[in-house]
């Protein structure tokens, strides 16, 4: 009787790992697949959430019919393009332009000038009509530049000065009061003949610093509106797709929400019409559609 409830019992102890074995392996088969069916059913919720956007791109020119927008890169942003070059804008503050005066090797009553009107480049139809008689008098490069455009000029009569250079020491007064009347009349030429205003930026055109402002500008601008497409392209960015030959396009799988359908700097071409888009679009879960069009599209840039 002990030799068989000892070989009972040994009998048990080897049967045990193996019971274990197929209880742990159960377990892990019915979380496998639980956890297969929660996905498949996480996802199949997801697929029914998600929505598509079906897109109808077309351009009218002047006194044409409509023409479909063939091969045209469409972006599906969260944000408005207008909005994301604003954006970029203010990431990078504009020169200043009383720091670049500062800095400049010009006169100082020049300088003031330049300050009060917020004007650096001194060429342009805007230039000659922001100079008063006083102006050309009272700073030396603007007095030297309308002698030398003017002085010569044989269809342009100048004042003559009456003063002397040998008053200057015997008769001060007399020869300062011929410099003061020289003045006064050369103020009222200018005033009565302003286009002899008109040329005075050739002769400015070695001092003007109006180029160098102007590269500043365009430079900063160059930045941005890489900016602004980086923005647009890599952090703002919820789809991309192109036009086929209809004009049609697809963007699959979207969330829910609201959108904008931009074509950044690409722009639909038919005949005079050159047309581009930053038009917003609200995506429900299912099916939604847009129809791009001229009386959607962004007003044309101006030169």
Request: hydrophobic letters at 40%; a neutral charge; glycine letters at 4%.
């Amino acid at each position: 009787m002990i030799i068989m409830r000892i070989a009972t019992s040994t009998f048990h102890l080897k049967r045990l790992p193996f019971r274990m074995g197929i209880s742990f392996a159960a377990v892990a088969f019915f979380f496998l697949l639980t956890l297969t069916l929660s996905s498949r059913a996480a996802a199949q919720q997801t697929n029914q959430q998600a929505g598509y956007i079906e897109i109808t791109a077309r351009v009218s020119p002047t006194g044409g019919r409509p023409e479909p927008a063939r091969a045209l890169t469409v972006y599906l942003l969260r944000k408005s393009y207008a909005a994301i070059q604003m954006e970029a804008d203010a990431a990078e503050p504009l020169p200043k332009m009383d720091d670049f005066v500062a800095k400049l090797e010009l006169s100082p009553e020049l300088k003031n000038w330049m300050l009060k009107h917020q004007i650096v480049d001194l060429s342009g139809p805007a230039f000659p009509k922001a100079i008063s008689p006083d102006d050309v008098l009272n700073i030396p490069e603007f007095k030297e530049a309308y002698m030398n455009r003017n002085a010569g000029d044989r269809t342009v009569v100048l004042p003559q000065s009456k003063a002397h250079e040998a008053d200057k020491q015997r008769h001060p007064e007399k020869y300062q009061q011929a410099v003061q009347d020289y003045l006064d009349a050369l103020k009222r030429f200018i005033a009565a003949n302003p286009d002899t205003l008109s040329t005075m930026y050739v002769a400015l055109e070695e001092k003007n610093p109006g180029h160098r402002w102007n590269k500043i500008l365009t430079d900063r601008k160059a930045r941005v509106h890489r900016y602004a497409l980086e923005l647009a392209q890599v952090q703002y960015l919820a789809g991309q797709t192109d036009t086929d030959l209809e004009g049609h396009a697809r963007f699959d799988r979207v969330a829910p929400g609201e959108y904008w359908l931009t074509t950044l700097d690409n722009e639909a071409i038919a005949g005079d019409a050159r047309l581009r888009w930053d038009y917003p679009v609200h995506i429900s879960a299912g099916r939604s559609t847009a129809d791009l069009s001229n009386v959607n599209a962004v007003e044309p840039r101006t030169p």
